[in-house]
């Protein structure tokens, strides 16, 4: 059974770091990519970045500079790191995974862990 | 980056009453689209893939429909269990982008 779960800190100081891991089961991170979307309270998601099967990293441009993503495919863990957080930065964080149709990659996301809620505040 | 414009962004439904949702894309996305139904406090489920296929396990009064920049997804026959956001995603081209949300009440 395919099975994600985020962890980490459900508050978070403005200016510091956010540090979530998203644990895998079912599947492999060298044969699935793992993406993390975000959701502030009330208001839509926003795709924040990728692991890709093969180890590299995409993210979106208007979190670059301050995103990180990394893995440890041992411990079938995904990383999220992300600097300089602000209360705007306050939102449920999911990690999920990339969808396979005969054989065909897909960015549509069928699993999805359970979030994790980021309160930034002081 | 593509926008989805969705709408609208609110309705109300009664039982048993079909409800259309429609997502406009800044540009044509090649049927590259997904439909995600998210309930309360809960993480959003796909319900529809590629336009117009079902995700496995979702109920057929689901589907989804259109091509180019302009694409739907309809209920036929409003169920109580239906009540929820909705969500549109294009992965035409990156980042993955998504439509700003339906929420759907029973009336």
């Known amino acids: 059974e395919v099975q994600l779960k985020e962890s980490g800190p459900g508050l978070v100081q403005p200016s510091q770091t956010l540090s979530l891991t998203c644990t895998v089961s079912?599947?492999?991170?060298?044969?699935?990519?793992v993406h993390w979307v975000r959701q502030p309270p009330g208001k839509g998601l926003e795709w924040m970045g990728v692991?890709?099967?093969?180890?590299?990293?995409a993210y979106n441009s208007a979190l670059k500079s301050r995103l990180s993503i990394s893995r440890d495919t041992s411990k079938s863990q995904v990383f999220l790191k992300m600097n300089s957080l602000q209360t705007e930065d306050t939102a449920i964080y999911y990690c999920?995974?990339?969808?396979?149709?005969?054989?065909?990659?897909?960015?549509?996301?069928?699993?999805w862990g359970q979030g994790t809620l980021v309160t930034v505040s002081s | 980056d593509i926008q989805m414009t969705q709408s609208p962004a609110s309705l109300s439904a009664s039982l048993g009453e079909t409800v259309s949702i429609e997502c406009l894309a800044s540009?044509?996305?090649?049927?590259?689209l997904a439909w995600y139904q998210q309930k309360s406090g809960k993480s959003p489920q796909l319900l529809i893939y590629?336009?117009?296929r079902l995700q496995d396990g979702v109920p057929s009064r689901f589907s989804g429909s259109g091509s180019g920049t302009r694409y739907s997804l309809k209920i036929s026959g409003m169920q109580p269990e239906d009540e929820a956001d909705y969500f549109c995603?294009?992965?035409?081209?990156?980042?993955?982008?998504f439509g700003g949300g339906t929420k759907l009440e029973l009336k």
């Open positions: 999920t995974r990339e969808s396979r149709y005969y054989g065909y990659s897909y960015n549509w996301f069928a699993y």
């Open positions: 079912g599947f492999s991170l060298t044969d699935y990519s």
């Open positions: 692991m890709w099967s093969g180890g590299s990293t």
């Open positions: 540009e044509g996305i090649s049927n590259d």
């Open positions: 590629a336009a117009s």
């Open positions: 995603q294009q992965s035409y081209k990156y980042p993955p982008t």
